[in-house]
């Protein structure tokens, strides 16, 4: 029977799977993208906006958005959150549908670095995590330069970038179970939470990268600030730090190794809530707040100080469809009695000064400074691996 | 005499042209060039993005891969979670598909339902319901049973440990190595069992010196796929291991990939390495094919199986299938339902059984988003089990029936996809089909590059389960139907086909599952308006909305049961009847 299947039949078989081979090879290995960048494709709508005071410019873009009827919104906002923040949006705009894609920011970063990899993009306006805010804004053609939305103005020039803005801040706070942490119990500090008292207790995020930074820039100030006498020369200065850094790596090292490591912030909040860990490490605020709205037994006060306080940033994609109303939804934010107040709302806290969130109340912010610690992202990002992975 | 020449040379040309472009051959070239393009470009993709670093051939991402701290430990744990499970879940599955199949075990559709539901629940619901099950802290287990019994001091059952990895694992993969020797064992001549007792063998004596090795070539496979599956395996590692820092291959490749910055290239390596693992294995099961005749045990000999007696047996047996059926459905099930009846997950106490409501499912029933993912599922799920099972059908008899010179080409290609993580694999796609859109269908963006993604991830499975039943087909009744002047079209169909059913229903049955359960290669691929129920429950997980994560669970679980229960009964309707 196997006689019957000529050599020639193999011979094609084997030209196809070359053809294939060397189609797959082309296609992967093609690295330039597809289309070349279009032009700036705010430019035509920001040109009929010239002049409008802020109630007509809403006006004006609002029909505008109302004649592309959608808007596809990017975010790592966890889905109760986003969904009431669509809500808001398309209950004060009619007609202009808010497409929703959330995902996890990991998820999120793969797909908007493909797509800009290949030339495309799936969104109109991209919402995510300061840090990959940043590192899409050093990336050609993935956000579009635009600090021109009146809204902007209001919030602090510290989280005002050249492709995006900060309008909300996740802040992280060390929680605790209280069935599990009776009152009285709680961690004071950060050296407590490197004791044998919690080992196995607690719980670390696994992708806290910029918190470590932060947190270890933090303290290695405040202990080389409190170091008397105060080291004068240069190497006295060194030496000093080399010793107060050693004592830091040892003291993380211990955390680490006292803590279950737990990879998404809301799993590590539910987690925490049901009572699989009795504190955890690296929650965000608002997290928790929403969990104490459902009686579950979680707290964060009084603070183990200092709380880190970073900016989640909204920016407008460079290959979108439509313009308007990705401005629109911009603009809208950044409002105060718009997306501001849907945030604070929802549990988050709006990075608008006049509206503060009262649960941190008392809590001594520190922010953590996206332009240094991503400028070196790699060097943390590796410290902390081999940290987590030791 | 000239002209007689030229005739003749244009008789053969049109000869060699006519057989060329026969149905056989036009099928055995599509199926090449299918299997081909699917396991190809992922695999150039993974070969480039690991060894290319601007436009330069490099090893640089091995050695950063392999240099990193704690790689000792992390060779030790794969290989202890993977061996473990595989252990596990290959002792399990093959006794569960002996006492069912070859045995007068009682009970036997309600056993055969028990030792696959299992499988039906997907890898992330299992693991979360044994967290939740048997944590030191928080698990019902350790709370609620063995607090309360006396003498025991502390909580015995630590799930994030290595043995705790196993268990899941083993327990979860145990119905695939269950369907692989089901099929095995039905598909096989009980006469030389017969024999054996009737010269007085005792029935122990047969199962390992007769039915076990007759059923290697399943055995074989099982092995190998458990292997790789535990190398592979995701939510277990990300869920279980990692809280205790147990470092694997897959949670080393999902750190890389799931960084601010993905380092492609190093998880590249990693796969890479993975893939030389699993590339020893298949070289070590294609070894088998050679000795492929000495399987063979369907022949054209007609035979009626007549299953062994257990004796005293019966009942040990039958209560063992039950313990295996409570410990690997019934606790994780009831657990999944007690959270799906709570607001916030925790353990049970009189407070939390007070306040249970159905409020989670009413709001899963209701959700527009719930319906269009389920519907997107079983399109996916229909779609690439009958595709996948189609054509390994056909290539599967290409390997095992025909000397086709490369065939084990073939065979290589098909198995491929296996070393690449799902995860991996969605990044491979999603590059590729950004960049480039098949003519007349665009891919991304749609259910088709989903479609595609699953078909090169289940292909390797649809090929063990047809080429095992291949196995033990012997050639001699396709001959005898090209003798009695069938071509090979209709031998193929009315033939192989029917004998193969047994296998390719198993097969379809566990695609179709494994197809609804997929998250690796979903996750990076799937786009608005396409999700599907996993990617529900794991944006449930991700939201920590663990009780509506339960309540959907649950009913996908049912509504699973239900549709597997539907297939297989068609499916016995189609095939020859079963042994």
Known sequence: MQGMLSRRVWLGGAVVLTATAVLGAATVGMSAPRKAPPPSPLKTVLAQLKGLSPAAREAKLYSLAKAEGTLVWYTSLDTLLAKQIQAAFEAKYPGVAVNLVRAPSETLDARVLSEATAGTSGADVIETNGPDMFIFQHKANILVPYRASPYAAAVPARVRYDTFTGDRFNNYVVAWNTNLVPSGQEPKSWEELATSKWAGKISIEANDIDWYATLYQYLEQQRLAKLKPQPKTKNAIAAARAKIDGELDRFFAAMVKNSQIVSGHTTQANLLAAGQFAISVTTYAHYVEALQAKHAPVAFKPFVQPVLRREQGIGIAYRLQHPAAALLFYDWDLMKSGGQKALLDAGSAPTRPDMPDAQLQGARLVPIDLRTIVSNWGAWSKRWQSLIQG | ?579
Do not use: C
């Open chain 2, 1 to 579: 005499m000239t002209a007689t020449l030229a005739e003749a040379a244009v008789r053969t040309r049109g000869e060699a042209f006519r057989r060329l472009f026969s149905a056989r051959n036009a099928i055995v070239l599509l199926v090449g060039a299918l299997i081909a393009y699917l396991a190809l470009v992922p695999l150039v993709f993974l070969f480039w993005q690991t060894f290319v670093r601007s436009g330069h051939l490099t090893l640089a991402n091995f050695r950063s891969a392999y240099s990193s701290v704690g790689l000792g430990a992390m060779l030790a744990n794969s290989f202890a979670f993977a061996i473990g499970s595989t252990v596990l879940a290959v002792v399990l599955g093959t006794a569960l598909a002996y006492l069912i199949v070859r045995t007068d075990i009682p009970f036997k559709p309600l056993m055969y339902a028990a030792s696959l539901v299992p499988l039906i629940i997907p890898g992330v619901l299992h693991t979360i319901a044994w967290i939740f099950l048997a944590s030191p802290t928080i698990g019902i287990l350790n709370r609620n049973v063995f607090d309360h019994v006396p003498g025991l001091q502390g909580h015995p059952f630590n799930i994030f440990s290595i043995p705790g990895m196993i268990l899941i694992e083993g327990l979860h993969l145990a119905p695939l190595v269950f369907l692989l020797m089901v099929a095995s064992f039905r598909s096989m001549d009980p006469s030389l069992e017969e024999s054996a007792v009737m010269s007085g063998a005792t029935l122990r004596r047969v199962f390992f010196k007769i039915t076990l090795p007759l059923a290697r070539p399943a055995l074989y496979a099982g092995i190998l796929i458990m292997m790789v599956r535990g190398l592979e395996s995701f939510e277990v590692p990300a869920l279980v291991g990692l809280p205790n820092h147990i470092w694997v291959f897959t949670s080393r490749i999902w750190t890389a990939l799931n960084a601010l910055d993905p380092d492609y290239g190093q998880a590249g390596a990693v796969a890479m390495s993975l893939l030389v693992l699993t590339s020893l294995g298949i070289w070590w099961h294609s070894r088998l094919a050679k000795r492929a005749r000495a399987f063979q045990t369907v022949t054209g000999k007609g035979y009626r199986p007549r299953p062994m007696p257990l004796g005293a047996w019966k009942w040990p047996a039958t209560a063992l299938i039950f313990v295996y059926f409570v410990v690997a459905v019934v606790l994780p099930m009831l657990t999944l339902a007690y959270m799906s009846t709570q607001e916030f997950y925790a353990p049970p106490t009189r407070e939390t059984l007070s306040h249970m409501s159905l409020v989670n499912y009413t709001q899963v029933l209701h959700d527009p988003f719930i319906r269009t993912t389920a519907i997107n599922s079983v399109i996916l799920g229909l779609g690439s089990a009958t595709a996948v099972m189609l054509f390994t059908a056909v290539a599967a008899w290409l390997v095992v029936r025909t000397q086709l010179p490369g065939r084990w080409l073939i065979d290589n290609l098909a198995f491929a996809p296996l070393a690449i993580p799902g995860l991996v694999l969605g990044v491979a796609l999603l590059d590729v089909y950004l960049r480039v859109d098949l003519p007349l269908v665009s891919i991304y963006g749609t259910l088709w590059v989903l479609f595609i993604a699953y078909m090169t991830r289940f292909m390797p499975y649809g090929m063990r389960y047809a080429s095992t039943s291949m196995f033990q087909i012997a050639r001699e009744l396709e001959e005898s139907a090209a003798t009695s002047g069938a071509g090979w079209f209709q031998a193929f169909r009315r033939i192989v086909l029917p004998l193969l059913v047994p296998g390719l229903v198993a097969g379809w049955i566990y695609i179709f599952i494994v197809s609804v359960r997929e998250l690796g290669a979903t996750v990076v691929l799937y786009s608005p308006g396409k999700e599907t129920l996993a990617i529900a429950i794991w944006e449930k997980y991700r939201d920590g909305l663990f009780p509506e994560l339960a309540a959907l669970g649950v009913l996908m679980i049912l509504a699973l049961v239900v549709l597997v229960m539907i297939a297989a009964k068609l499916g016995a309707k189609v095939g020859i009847r079963e042994a």
